[in-house]
């Protein structure tokens, strides 16, 4: 997805580019064929509202932006309600025949295992990037600086806790700061609260692992419904221990559990729970999560998960265009680099397209504004998220910078969004405008 569209926005500008795709010589788990940008599992785009959709939006953005692969998704759309859904094998046929007719891409198979030394190079080898490249990267990054699972907790909008329940404090009150004394919000239960809890946990549906995902997995992050499988105290031993915590709404209640929720951006509008990865499916989350304490009306920025996925600690890797620190003439794009689903790896392959090929002619593409869809989701993997946690994210409305003078709350939702999508889209315009003749060949 992410090579692809990078491909095509750096060939448009003018550059040559050389397609390096493993299949169908070495194949993956999820692939099925030898095509270029390939759906491995679902065939939707998501939701394909502009005004009141954080992902809508991005499909604005990238057709503005005269991208590829939404190009080729529009045409091969099928009926799906507000959804885009699309014929995956007209699909990716299509982008696959669009690229090779180009006259400045050459599309070459064989598997890249080591880390180029020299010229210009964008690594968009996904979540199930080879092994071999997988180790070139860990050595050079450090194997601290590599996942090759994401084990995510369930992300909530901050402005969804109800902090009439919930209370702000660390656990010991550890800490320099008063910020660092109050960085987790605390949701408290009772005997009763979690009894249920659990029960709720062990009745709830689960999704498989697919096969050959599971290798090495189980180490330090095993889903809660495991936990509370292997005892019913469990949890309230691990990430659900009540101590070192006092309730400041009613301190006589020593709370039987406590589930932590950590700030999850710079913004400070999403939480995550902590230690609460999951394989419980969607709809089972958000029913057991909502039975929290603080959480009844919780609306989730996203779920849970735990998956085979290869990324990167962008955060502390890539500099804001996109490249290694260490070794700038290499950018990352797609979901290595922390961003999650067909789109918003597209979305990184448009952008590191562009500044790939506007460095390749002697210029400098700066990243969007963060009020755009595209700016918020390079924002976020390049230094707005927490280092420390990182853990891949899909676009969402908590990425981009408050809007002044908007109501909150549910109520305020709809203008609110509208809000963020009409801003996003006059800068979005306008950026494409201001940064056109750093994309024009000479
Ligand atoms: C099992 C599974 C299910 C998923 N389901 C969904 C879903 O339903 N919806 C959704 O939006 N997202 C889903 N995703 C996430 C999905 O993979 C990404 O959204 C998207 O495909 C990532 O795009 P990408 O360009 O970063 O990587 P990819 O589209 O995977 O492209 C990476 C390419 O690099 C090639 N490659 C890897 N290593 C090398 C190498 N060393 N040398 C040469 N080529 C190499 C691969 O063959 C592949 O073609 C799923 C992921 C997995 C693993």
């Known amino acids: 997805m992410a090579g692809s569209e990078a491909a095509w926005q750096a060939a448009r500008a003018g550059v040559r580019v050389v397609i390096h795709e493993m299949r169908p010589d070495v194949g993956t788990f ?16 998501r939701s394909d509202d502009d005004e009141q959709n954080a992902v809508g939006l991005l499909h604005w953005e990238m057709r503005q932006a005269g991208g590829l692969i939404m190009e080729m998704a529009d045409r091969h759309s099928l009926p799906a309600g507000g959804a885009l859904a699309v014929d995956r094998d007209g699909f990716s046929a299509a982008v696959t025949e669009r690229l090779r007719a180009h006259p400045l891409v050459r599309v070459e198979g064989g598997e890249i295992t080591a880390l180029p030394e020299a010229g210009h190079w964008i690594i968009a080898t996904g979540p199930l990037t080879s092994e071999g490249l997988g180790q070139a990267i860990a050595a050079e990054t450090g194997a601290e600086a590599l996942a090759f699972f994401d084990a995510i907790a369930p992300i909530v909008y901050a402005e969804s806790i109800d902090m009439g329940t919930v209370w702000a404090q660390s656990r010991y009150d550890k800490g320099e700061t008063d910020e ?31 096969e050959g995902e599971t290798a090495g997995y189980f180490d330090g992050c095993l889903p809660i419904e495991v936990m509370a499988e292997r005892g019913r105290e469990t949890l309230r031993h691990g990430p659900m221990k009540p101590v070192g915590l006092t309730n400041a709404h009613r301190p006589e209640d020593k709370p ?16 995550n729970i902590v230690g609460f990865q999951t394989k419980m499916k969607y709809g089972a989350q958000t029913e057991v999560f909502r039975m929290i304490p603080g959480l009844e009306n919780a609306s989730f920025a996203r779920l849970g998960g735990i998956h085979r996925n290869t990324f990167l600690n962008s955060p502390t890797l890539l500099d804001d265009r996109m490249r290694l620190r260490s070794r700038p003439h290499i950018r990352f794009a797609g979901q290595i680099t922390g961003v999650e689903g067909y789109v918003e ?9 562009r500044m790939a090929a506007a460095e390749i002619l002697g210029r400098d593409l700066p990243p969007p504004p963060p009020e755009t869809a595209m700016g918020a989701l390079i924002h976020h993997i390049t230094g707005g998220a927490e280092a420390k946690t990182f853990q891949p994210m899909n676009v969402n409305f908590g990425l981009f910078p408050p809007l002044d003078g908007v109501r909150g709350g549910r109520k305020g939702r709809k203008d609110r969004y509208k809000g963020y999508t009409d801003r996003a889209k006059e800068l979005w315009t306008a950026w494409l405008a201001e940064t056109r003749a750093d994309l024009a060949a000479e």
């Open 256 to 271: 039987y559990a406590v589930v932590q929720l950590r700030r999850d951006n710079a913004l400070g509008t999403l939480f």
């Open 180 to 210: 660092e004394r109050k960085a987790y919000l605390n949701c408290p239960m009772d005997k009763v609260q979690y009894e249920a809890f659990i029960d709720a946990l062990l009745a709830a549906d689960k999704t498989e692992f697919h």
């Open 345 to 353: 790896s597209s979305a990184m392959g448009l952008l590191a397209g």
């Open 30 to 45: 999820a692939h099925k064929t030898g095509d270029l940008a390939e759906m491995v599992c679902s065939n939707s785009f």
